[in-house]
Nanobody, 115 residues
Framework: QVQLVESGGGLVQPGGSLRLSCAAS????????MGWYRQAPGKQRELVAT???????NYADSVKGRFTISRDNAKNTVYLQMNSLKAEDTAVYYC?????????WGQGTPVTVSL
């Protein structure tokens, strides 16, 4: 079983930046794919970005060019650097891991983009 703990969320003004972190309880080298999803109030959870163990990345069209996912295998941590934030990026952001056919979720960290 893999435990995921997110951090780094908060309140930021439009145009600002935040970096989310997801610390895994197991070495992420063995985790096939890690990613970030988000869920805005009244909406379904949606993909933000993923990163495979081989280094391939995938982004939602709405965040391409603004968000960057990265992983530090030595720290068992995945990051989401979010730049040029918009009000529509407001959501709870969840870390996700696909490992040996199972999907694991963190508890989520809220991000609010507002003046």
């Amino acid at each position: 079983q893999v435990q995921l703990v997110e951090s780094g969320g908060g309140l930021v003004q439009p145009g600002g930046s935040l970096r989310l972190s997801c610390a895994a309880s197991d070495t992420i080298v063995r985790i096939n794919r890690m990613g970030w999803y988000r869920q805005a109030p009244g909406k379904q959870r949606e993909l933000v970005a993923t990163c495979t163990s081989g280094g391939s990345t995938n982004y939602a069209d709405s965040v391409k060019g603004r968000f960057t996912i990265s992983r530090d295998n030595a720290k068992n941590t995945v990051y989401l650097q979010m730049n040029s934030l918009k009000a529509e990026d407001t959501a709870v952001y969840y870390c996700n891991a696909l490992y040996l056919g199972y999907v694991y979720w963190g508890q989520g960290t809220p991000v609010t983009v507002s003046l």
